[in-house]
């Protein structure tokens, strides 16, 4: 099977495992936002939920993909099947160890800790004390993610995807569940993401132990290879750590309600994870698979497959993200009225968390292509350029949330991530053009533009279609127009797209029409 085959087949188990989580994500939500709105104990969540969250990219999923899979694969190459599983049990340990350290240290400073990411709480001693409490509570999620991120980091590396993949269901699934149990008792959030991240584990390990791992706690904790992976997450940890502050900023100037409005913090996270969707489905699925690809392909030092396949991935990024993001701008009010709006998530909740979509749908092609970027220099055991890059981002981040909060308010935080996300994108490919050579970017900018136009004449086509369609007030209303339109917007960008000649519609029906064959 070819690289490129392979890489989509993949993608498909890994989108399909990731779609799953993300409908489950946004019933999660919609529960989230109808049984607690925008308002305290909604922040109150959101920054507790945050904060394991960051940690879990610093020591799992992002120290997984950036360090562990590389340096994986090539050990697997190059030695025994049980050289290999003695490697995994060592750094297993260790990150056993820190993780634990790093957790019950969170849970002794969590005062500390959310005052630092939620300064506009001080004003309010009560929110303050119900965040504190739910970061105590959630803590521990760190743990047994972290695990969960490591086993799904291994299976990765043997090119196993979908067990991983559909495992986060089981964290949106528990959420739900504990929600409407404990009802307007945030403590049942809380539990519920702790019992969530024991069975994403949990479910991943008969798999591990079927590849033929066999678990040896504290036996060893040196070896070379282990250190070779503590190298390049030092610097991947402070690249992450500024990735996610990213996120931080703008829950920090979110939570400064005298400026930006009561509200922030929730607003910026229901928007977010809309446009964490599509992110999460393909590029994330994308960057995923195509990490052992990258990898393999460096360790060959085959330059040309490499080019290609960044190529091939930069496309299908764009391909996805730009109708995404105008499908985002024309439909955003719509698509919160169907999803959130109710209970105590009002109409002017879906106004502004629908402005604050439009702003991050800006930089929606760029987040997703900075996934393929950073997996393109992680397989090349580089780690410092893109931490280099992402201090620069956060730097500019900051810059423009100072600037535009004032006179956009929720708007300009959302606008300088855009910036922020479309400035790291171009510098990252400057620099990996310089460093491997030109990697078919002529080709990349024509796929570009075809894209761009297909977009604008859909999201106009959606456009039309909003106006001339009736949108109750109902959630079977609401719900059913938005598939209608959603259908329609998919349905007029297939069209426009070979109107416009996109080359990648054509490969896409030449490899459906192949699949329906066979």
């Not at 991947?236 to 829950?251: C, K």
């Not at 977010?272 to 360790?299: C, E, H, M, W």
Request: contains cysteine; aromatic residues 12%; hydrophobic residues 55%.
């Amino acid at each position: 099977m070819s690289t490129h085959k392979f890489i989509l087949r993949s993608s498909a188990t890994v989108s399909l495992g990731t779609l799953s989580s993300r409908i489950l994500g946004f019933i999660r939500d919609m529960v989230f936002a109808r049984i607690f709105g925008v308002y305290a104990l909604a922040q109150a969540f959101v920054i507790a939920f945050k904060i394991p969250n960051l940690l879990r990219d610093f020591l799992g999923e992002g120290a997984a993909n950036a360090a562990i899979v590389p340096v994986f694969t090539e050990y697997k190459t190059k030695h025994t099947q049980e050289e290999f599983w003695e490697l995994a049990n060592i750094v297993l340990n260790l990150l056993l160890v820190a993780v634990s350290a790093v957790t019950i240290l969170g849970i002794i400073f969590a005062p500390i800790i959310v005052r630092l990411i939620a300064p506009g709480f001080t004003v309010l001693p009560e929110k303050l004390e119900v965040t504190i409490r739910l970061s105590r509570i959630i803590f521990p999620y760190i743990l047994l993610i972290s695990l969960a991120a490591y086993v799904a980091g291994l299976l990765n590396t043997l090119k196993h995807f979908s067990v991983p993949s559909f495992a986060p269901c089981l964290l949106n699934i528990s959420i739900i569940i504990f929600a409407m149990l404990f009802g307007e008792n945030i403590t049942g959030l809380a539990t519920g993401v702790l019992v969530g991240g024991l069975l994403q584990l949990l479910i991943q390990i008969p798999v591990l132990y079927k590849k033929g791992f066999k678990l040896k706690l504290f036996r060893r904790f040196k070896h070379p290879e282990a250190k070779t992976i503590g190298i390049l997450m030092i610097p991947r940890l402070f690249s992450t750590g500024i990735y996610q502050l990213n996120n931080f900023v703008d829950s920090i100037f979110g939570s400064l309600s005298f400026i930006v409005g009561e509200g922030g913090i929730a607003i910026l996270y229901f928007a977010y994870r809309l446009i964490q969707f599509p992110i999460g489905i393909f590029s994330n699925a994308l960057s995923q698979v195509v990490l052992p690809s990258f990898s393999t392909q460096a360790l060959e030092e085959d330059r040309g497959k490499l080019k290609n396949t960044l190529s091939f991935s930069l496309r299908a990024i764009i391909f996805v993200m730009l109708p995404a993001s105008i499908g985002f701008m024309v439909l955003g009010r719509t698509i919160i009225r169907a999803l959130f709006e109710g209970g105590k998530f009002d109409v002017h909740s879906t106004i502004l968390t629908s402005e604050v979509l439009f702003f991050y749908s800006i930089g929606l092609f760029a987040y997703g292509a900075n996934k393929i970027l950073n997996s393109c220099f992680f397989s090349l055991k580089d780690t410092k350029t893109p931490a280099k890059i992402s201090l620069f981002a956060l730097i500019c981040n900051i810059a423009l949330n100072s600037i535009l909060m004032f006179p956009m308010k929720l708007n300009g935080l959302a606008l300088a991530t855009s910036i922020s996300g479309i400035t790291t994108c171009l510098l990252q490919i400057f620099i990996l053009k310089n460093r491997i050579g030109d990697f078919h970017l002529k080709e990349i900018g024509v796929s570009f533009s075809r894209i761009l136009c297909a977009s604008l004449a859909m999201g106009m086509m959606c456009h039309f279609l909003m106006q001339n369609i009736y949108i109750g007030n109902s959630f079977i209303s609401k719900a059913s127009s938005l598939i209608l339109l959603l259908l329609g917007g998919v349905a007029s960008y297939v069209i426009f797209c070979f109107i416009f000649g996109v080359k990648e519609i054509r490969d896409l029906w030449g490899w459906l029409a192949q699949r329906a064959k066979s």
